[in-house]
């Protein structure tokens, strides 16, 4: 497995190499742009999703994971408001569901959802994207009905007013629910076709309930294109290569509201970099790859060495004035 470009210490195939980037990314953004024209619209919310001082937890699956390793969605949103100084926090897992299944780590899925909650709400966001659907909707039409109560269980828990034990507790954030990117064709996805009919289903779920919850909503599924020409957009027609994310960059730029300005990947090169690298200490900053030893059950062991890890702080603020300038610094 190879890192990714700029970070050595997070292990992930670079599916899309940099020195093919610059070719596909014209192709890429004029398919967003048709889709952006003539598709479903991406989006649901009147009201600006996002404002100023806006602090963003994106929260899901190996989508969002992925995301924080190549920092391009959360550049197209940086840059595409530039007039707004907004914050993103990364909590994307691999394979993770609305059960937080692949969060337990040594505990049950029970206990890796209370401390799902509790990071978020110790991050105190004002915007919680939460980006779930694809991983569930391989239990089919049965699973549906479980994945409605579990998302709507998911959402009442993120938005739970804090307990107010003094004047200044914080408002519970605004919720942005965010449909997932379709099956694509690839030798190694046959029936995206079959996928996505089964996919549509928890999509639609996803749907009703930002609009019962008065909640934002990005509906990649509805916007983001199904071609998939010689694996432009994703080779194994799930993961998405450099040249997808561009797609769903753009995507959720506009449904955010943002400038077109988010959308030149050549120019934003510089920010995506730092937002990359400003991600990989917040990843170690909240899950630390020996946090068995500083957390967990064996922190008897190493767990005086945990007062180390909010050291990252400082150096997370420092990324994030780095990456504001650099975007200031946009022509």
């Known amino acids: 497995m190879n890192a990714v470009a700029g970070l050595p210490g997070w292990p992930c195939r670079d599916l899309f190499p940099r020195r093919a980037v610059w070719a596909f990314t014209a192709i890429a953004l004029l398919l967003a742009n048709c889709c952006l024209a003539d598709g479903p619209p991406a989006t649901a919310q009147a009201d600006p999703m996002l404002v100023d001082g806006d602090r963003i937890v994106l929260l899901g699956e190996g989508f969002i994971e992925r995301e924080g390793q190549l920092g391009l969605i959360e550049t197209a949103l940086t840059a595409g408001h530039p007039q707004a100084t907004l914050e993103f926090r990364n909590l994307g897992w691999n394979g993770d569901t ?45 699973g549906i009905a479980a994945f409605r109560e579990q998302l709507t269980r998911l959402c009442d828990d993120l938005t739970r007013p804090a307990p107010a034990d003094n004047d200044q507790a914080p408002q519970p954030p605004r919720l942005v629910l965010v449909t997932p990117v379709p099956f694509l064709q690839a030798s190694t996805c046959p029936d995206a076709d079959r996928r996505n009919e089964l996919l549509a289903a928890y999509a639609e779920v996803i749907r009703d309930l930002a609009a019962s919850t008065d909640s934002g909503l990005i509906d990649l599924f509805a916007a983001f294109p199904r071609t998939n020409d010689n694996g432009l957009l994703s080779l194994d027609g799930i993961q998405l290569t450099r040249a997808g994310y561009y797609e769903a960059a753009a995507i959720m730029r506009a449904a955010t509201g943002g400038s077109p300005s988010g959308d030149d990947p050549a120019q934003l090169e510089p920010v995506r970099e730092l937002v990359a690298a400003k991600n990989e200490l917040f990843f170690h900053r909240w899950r630390p790859a020996n946090e068995t030893y500083l957390f967990l059950f064996r922190r008897h062991e190493q767990g005086n060495n945990a007062v180390e890890i909010p050291q990252f702080d400082p150096l997370i603020a420092e990324a994030e004035g780095r990456i504001r300038a650099a975007v200031d610094a946009l022509p």
């Open 98 to 142: 609305v059960w937080a299944e692949s969060r337990g780590v040594f505990d049950s899925p029970a206990e890796g959802y209370r401390r799902m909650i509790e990071l978020v709400g110790d991050l105190q966001p004002t915007v919680v994207f939460v980006a779930y659907g694809r991983n569930e909707s391989y239990a089919g039409p049965e």
